[in-house]
């Protein structure tokens, strides 16, 4: 069975340049959760979708990211433009169910480097 | 400032040695998580506890929930070298602050064990 799946799996770009990351849920799930892990602040909850509607989108830093799912296929994670200290991995992770506590699987990541 | 901490954040240790990691928070949790990350991968749940006071066991791994709800640890009995990887615990506040409902991260223990 696919698990979560994440492209690209690594992404070097200049500072000011728009990235993309995106990521496939696992079929049948219902819930997605965008989240960046550093050595610095750790793993943090970016944002939270669930029936591809935004719930929780407190953790978006600030205005350059956005994120989409335009379907239950498929999410998006924008940084535009985009600096050098956004350079982190980028996980995605989807849940069968809705809230926070059930099991979430991950997506292997993306490791964006912005020079 | 870090709502869970998590002790010690390098763990080296040679094979057949016992270990315990430390998650520790002065908020109420409602629910508490392990996961184990290995590099180049996403976060992998190993177990979740909800009650104050129970004990999990996973073959080697014995996970405990303290009575107050406030804090976790992990046991690893005759490490392998297999057990390597980043072990991270995350839980659910119980109420009030703005993280209430979000599932928050510690910053992880990397653990070592050498053949």
Avoid at chain 1, 103 to 111: D, I, K, V
Wanted: with cysteine; proline share 6%; hydrophobic share 30%.
């Amino acid at each position: 069975d696919a698990g979560v799946i994440q492209s690209p799996r690594h992404e070097v770009t200049e500072m000011g340049q728009e990235v993309t990351l995106r990521c496939k849920p696992i079929s049948g799930h219902n819930s997605l959760f965008w989240y960046r892990q550093t050595m610095m602040r750790g793993l943090e909850l970016l944002i939270y979708f669930n029936n591809n509607v935004p719930i929780d989108d407190s953790g978006m830093p600030e205005d350059r990211f956005s994120a989409k799912m335009p379907n239950a296929s498929f999410s998006t994670l924008k940084i535009q433009p985009s600096e050098p200290r956004d350079s982190a991995v980028y996980f995605c992770a989807s849940s069968s169910t809705s809230g926070y506590t059930d099991t979430q699987y991950f997506g292997p990541g993306t490791r964006l480097t912005v020079l | 400032t870090q709502l869970l901490e998590q002790s010690p954040q390098f763990l080296s240790i040679q094979e057949g040695e016992n270990l315990t990691v430390y998650c520790n928070s002065s908020s109420v949790f409602s629910s508490l998580q392990w996961y184990r990350q290995e590099p180049g991968e996403g976060p992998v749940l190993l177990v979740t506890v909800v009650t104050g006071g129970e004990v999990k066991k996973l073959k080697r791994l014995t996970f405990q929930f303290g009575d107050a709800r406030k804090d976790s640890s992990l046991h690893i009995t005759a490490a392998q070298p297999g057990d390597t990887g980043l072990y991270l615990c995350a839980g659910v506040i119980s109420a009030g602050g703005t993280s209430y409902g979000k599932l928050t991260f510690g910053q992880g223990t990397i653990l070592t064990v050498h053949p």
